[in-house]
């Protein structure tokens, strides 16, 4: 209702009243024209309701019932049909608006319908339009305008009409002030919204306070403060006995990630898979990206095939608003067995298409600077994986090889200088490191790493010890410290690197399994350069066993002594001699060699004799022993240097949910 009499006696002065429709008009002229949705059926046995504030033209009501029923390409049409007859129609741009708000997430348009109803509204009725007259509509488009403003990152914008709804109407938006502020950074602001919601007495704006006040301590640093303001959000709604949230409880989960509390984190996200699905966050691409980080790389997948159909249960105008956050899911897990040219074929688009992030807290340079990273590396890896092949092909095919893994280096340093230029502010900079916190909350960290060859290591040595210094949570020292150490690597300094190493794996979590693996991998390097190299073989040997493919990830020589046996075991060595995976030498993991014109194998071994792993295949009826020798090597790289996980071309175009067609699209064909 309006908030103040005396300013709808002043509007009385200046309008005339215009004559009422009830809702129960608007649904039999519904019905008239052959709208027969179910609410209208109800709304028609009641014949006795009255909305008062609604009124409009039969035309105009019918098309608004349409929208309120969420038949929205229904609504367009029949929008249509009214501006056909009376441009000056601002119920009918409502319900425009409403139908690329809701119905085709297509803001800009909305935006557009919905000024033009406010212009069209305010010309006719006022500024403050009189309690006689259509008031709701007003009241509507101004919290319509808000929510339009907030979808696309206007929020200074939003801020002004949610003053203007509370300048002229009850109740008051109180807690929805407290985002947009949020967003500005004006967080003491944002706190007190919050606050003053809170103590309102109303459920609703108690839901909506304790969730931003879990944001706004995130985003302002206070990690420690928002991993209990998470948490009482979660407590609030048992102890009211209300459902939890879906949001409630991803966003505990990036609290108890923020601390490093992985456990918790996946038992707070299992129990969101759940729970009613939420407009914002699906807790199966967290799900996913948490076992990508594991190593669980088979859950992993199984995560992801749940994505698209989570998608797919929520209205149209948020599908897409985690679009790119599913691609750089995919992307990571794609990349870490061994698929860099399909992770690069989503990377690609998605450095292209960023998300909107008016209804997510973290900055969006930090989306774009993981993919950018995701797409170096994925090209990285292709031109690693092309000179493997080239190991095994005629002499002749060499030169073509190497060009082609030339092309894939180049465009990945096209990548790195993409994610060098976002960085290119000291308060993100340093932020990258901080990993868990508001400034680096989607970094994998098994990925952070890659900045060392991007910025070079003077600075990131000198932005992570300025992270680290302002870091008070004891459980980031290892990972600040595995950055560290491949700085060192990088910049030759191996002792140092071995020892920093060392001391990182010795804390590092047990869940870190990937960040884990490059670490031993680095320490591996750097004991093998010292000339330790039973330690070199024994760290080898343990980040083989968590993560193969890290090897290829940092392009990185396995230090190998090769046995062999039968007559064709000397030419399926030499193909191995020029892998880029191997360095053949006096001291390394033994390498067992047997072969024949009929089939052969070549194991990997660690320094304890369990198998890494072996490439084996049979000669067929037209193959002679040098093609034999090839397929033994492409399945020796094939095994060793990759997880297996049992993924199809078929399996990775269906991640996206491209392939899927929702019953909603269904109902919308079927749409009058």
Same mark, same amino acid.
């Given at each position: 209702?309006?908030?103040?009499?005396?300013?709808?006696?002043?509007?009385?002065?200046?309008?005339?009243?215009?004559?009422?429709?009830?809702?129960?008009?608007?649904?039999?002229?519904?019905?008239?024209?052959?709208?027969?949705?179910?609410?209208?059926?109800?709304?028609?046995?009641?014949?006795?309701?009255?909305?008062?504030?609604?009124?409009?033209?039969?035309?105009?009501?019918?098309?608004?019932?349409?929208?309120?029923?969420?038949?929205?390409?229904?609504?367009?049409?029949?929008?249509?049909?009214?501006?056909?007859?009376?441009?000056?129609?601002?119920?009918?741009?409502?319900?425009?608006?409403?139908?690329?708000?809701?119905?085709?997430?297509?803001?800009?348009?909305?935006?557009?319908?919905?000024?033009?109803?406010?212009?069209?509204?305010?010309?006719?009725?006022?500024?403050?339009?009189?309690?006689?007259?259509?008031?709701?509509?007003?009241?509507?488009?101004?919290?319509?305008?808000?929510?339009?403003?907030?979808?696309?990152?206007?929020?200074?914008?939003?801020?002004?009409?949610?003053?203007?709804?509370?300048?002229?109407?009850?109740?008051?938006?109180?807690?929805?002030?407290?985002?947009?502020?949020?967003?500005?950074?004006?967080?003491?602001?944002?706190?007190?919204?919050?606050?003053?919601?809170?103590?309102?007495?109303?459920?609703?704006?108690?839901?909506?306070?304790?969730?931003?006040?879990?944001?706004?301590?995130? #985003?302002?640093?206070?990690?420690?403060?928002?991993?209990?303001?998470?948490?009482?959000?979660?407590?609030?709604?048992?102890?009211?006995?209300?459902?939890?949230?879906?949001?409630?409880?991803?966003?505990? @989960?990036?609290?108890?990630?923020?601390?490093?509390?992985?456990?918790?984190?996946?038992?707070?996200?299992?129990?969101?898979?759940?729970?009613?699905?939420?407009?914002?966050?699906?807790?199966?691409?967290?799900?996913?990206?948490?076992?990508?980080?594991?190593?669980?790389?088979? #859950?992993?997948?199984?995560?992801?095939?749940?994505?698209?159909?989570?998608?797919?249960?929520?209205?149209?105008?948020?599908?897409?608003?985690?679009?790119?956050?599913?691609?750089?899911?995919?992307?990571?897990?794609?990349?870490?067995?061994?698929?860099?040219?399909?992770?690069?074929?989503?990377?690609?688009?998605?450095?292209?298409?960023?998300?909107?992030?008016?209804?997510?807290?973290?900055?969006?340079?930090?989306?774009?600077?993981?993919?950018?990273?995701?797409?170096?590396?994925?090209?990285?890896?292709?031109?690693?994986?092309?000179?493997?092949?080239?190991?095994?092909?005629?002499?002749?095919?060499?030169?073509?090889?190497?060009?082609?893994?030339?092309?894939?280096?180049?465009?990945?340093?096209?990548?790195?200088?993409?994610?060098?230029?976002?960085?290119?502010?000291?308060?993100?900079?340093?932020?990258?490191?901080?990993?868990?916190?508001?400034?680096?909350?989607?970094?994998?960290?098994?990925?952070?790493?890659?900045?060392?060859?991007?910025?070079?290591?003077?600075?990131?040595?000198? @932005?992570?010890?300025?992270?680290?210094?302002?870091?008070?949570?004891?459980?980031?020292?290892?990972?600040?410290?595995?950055?560290?150490?491949?700085?060192?690597?990088?910049?030759?300094?191996?002792?140092?690197?071995?020892?920093?190493?060392?001391?990182?794996?010795?804390?590092?979590?047990?869940?870190?399994?990937?960040?884990?693996?490059?670490?031993?991998?680095?320490?591996?390097?750097?004991?093998?350069?010292?000339?330790?190299?039973?330690?070199?073989?024994?760290?080898?040997?343990?980040?083989?066993?968590?993560?193969?493919?890290?090897?290829?990830?940092?392009?990185?020589?396995?230090?190998?002594?090769?046995?062999?046996?039968?007559?064709?075991?000397?030419?399926?060595? #030499?193909?191995?001699?020029?892998?880029?995976?191997?360095?053949?030498?006096?001291?390394?993991?033994?390498?067992?060699?047997?072969?024949?014109?009929?089939?052969?194998?070549?194991?990997?071994?660690?320094?304890?004799?369990?198998?890494?792993?072996?490439?084996?295949?049979? @000669?067929?009826?037209?193959?002679?022993?040098?093609?034999?020798?090839?397929?033994?090597?492409?399945?020796?790289?094939?095994?060793?240097?990759?997880?297996?996980?049992?993924?199809?071309?078929?399996?990775?175009?269906?991640?996206?949910?491209?392939?899927?067609?929702?019953?909603?699209?269904?109902?919308?064909?079927?749409?009058?």
């Amino acid at each position: 209702m309006p908030v103040a009499d005396h300013r709808a006696a002043r509007a009385r002065q200046r309008v005339g009243k215009p004559g009422r429709r009830p809702l129960a008009v608007s649904l039999l002229c519904a019905a008239a024209v052959g709208v027969t949705t179910p609410l209208a059926a109800q709304v028609l046995n009641m014949p006795h309701l009255q909305v008062t504030g609604l009124e409009g033209e039969p035309d105009e009501l019918a098309a608004w019932t349409l929208s309120e029923a969420g038949r929205h390409i229904g609504a367009r049409e029949q929008a249509e049909k009214v501006l056909k007859k009376r441009p000056q129609s601002f119920v009918a741009h409502f319900v425009l608006g409403k139908a690329q708000h809701y119905g085709e997430a297509n803001f800009p348009r909305a935006l557009f319908h919905y000024d033009q109803a406010l212009s069209l509204y305010e010309a006719r009725f006022g500024v403050e339009p009189d309690t006689d007259g259509p008031w709701r509509w007003h009241a509507k488009l101004l919290r319509r305008l808000a929510a339009v403003h907030g979808s696309l990152e206007h929020h200074e914008v939003r801020l002004g009409y949610i003053a203007r709804f509370n300048e002229r109407y009850q109740p008051h938006l109180i807690a929805e002030r407290a985002w947009p502020l949020m967003k500005l950074e004006r967080y003491d602001e944002a706190r007190l919204a919050a606050s003053m919601g809170m103590h309102s007495g109303r459920p609703g704006q108690r839901t909506l306070s304790l969730n931003a006040l879990c944001a706004i301590e995130f #985003e302002a640093g206070n990690d420690g403060q928002s991993y209990e303001a998470c948490k009482l959000a979660l407590d609030d709604a048992r102890a009211q006995g209300r459902p939890v949230s879906a949001v409630d409880l991803t966003n505990f @989960a990036e609290a108890s990630r923020s601390l490093f509390k992985l456990d918790e984190a996946e038992a707070v996200v299992l129990e969101a898979t759940k729970a009613r699905v939420a407009w914002y966050g699906n807790p199966w691409m967290e799900l996913s990206e948490l076992y990508t980080r594991q190593a669980r790389f088979t #859950e992993a997948l199984a995560a992801l095939r749940r994505v698209p159909e989570y998608r797919l249960q929520r209205p149209p105008h948020v599908r897409d608003a985690d679009r790119n956050e599913l691609w750089r899911a995919v992307a990571s897990f794609l990349l870490t067995i061994s698929r860099p040219l399909q992770a690069r074929a989503i990377t690609g688009p998605a450095l292209l298409m960023p998300d909107r992030r008016g209804h997510n807290s973290r900055d969006p340079s930090q989306d774009r600077v993981v993919v950018a990273l995701l797409d170096r590396r994925a090209r990285m890896m292709a031109a690693e994986m092309r000179m493997e092949r080239a190991a095994v092909e005629p002499w002749h095919a060499y030169p073509g090889a190497l060009l082609d893994a030339t092309w894939h280096r180049l465009s990945a340093w096209h990548s790195g200088r993409l994610a060098e230029r976002l960085l290119d502010d000291d308060s993100r900079l340093v932020g990258s490191f901080r990993l868990g916190t508001s400034k680096s909350a989607i970094m994998p960290p098994w990925l952070v790493g890659e900045l060392v060859e991007v910025l070079g290591t003077g600075v990131v040595d000198e @932005a992570v010890r300025r992270a680290s210094g302002r870091d008070e949570r004891p459980s980031a020292r290892p990972y600040y410290a595995s950055v560290r150490a491949e700085s060192a690597a990088h910049a030759g300094r191996w002792d140092a690197a071995l020892s920093i190493a060392a001391s990182a794996l010795q804390q590092l979590g047990p869940g870190e399994v990937l960040l884990r693996a490059r670490v031993q991998a680095i320490a591996a390097e750097a004991a093998r350069r010292t000339g330790q190299m039973e330690d070199a073989l024994s760290y080898l040997d343990a980040a083989f066993q968590s993560d193969p493919g890290v090897f290829r990830r940092l392009s990185l020589e396995v230090p190998v002594v090769i046995e062999v046996r039968g007559e064709s075991g000397e030419m399926v060595a #030499e193909m191995l001699a020029d892998s880029p995976r191997l360095d053949v030498s006096q001291a390394g993991l033994r390498l067992r060699v047997e072969a024949a014109r009929t089939g052969g194998t070549a194991c990997l071994s660690g320094p304890y004799g369990i198998v890494i792993g072996c490439g084996r295949a049979s @000669a067929k009826a037209d193959e002679d022993a040098q093609q034999v020798a090839r397929n033994i090597v492409r399945a020796f790289h094939a095994d060793v240097f990759a997880p297996r996980v049992p993924l199809t071309n078929a399996d990775i175009n269906s991640l996206d949910g491209a392939n899927l067609v929702g019953k909603e699209a269904l109902e919308r064909a079927l749409e009058f």
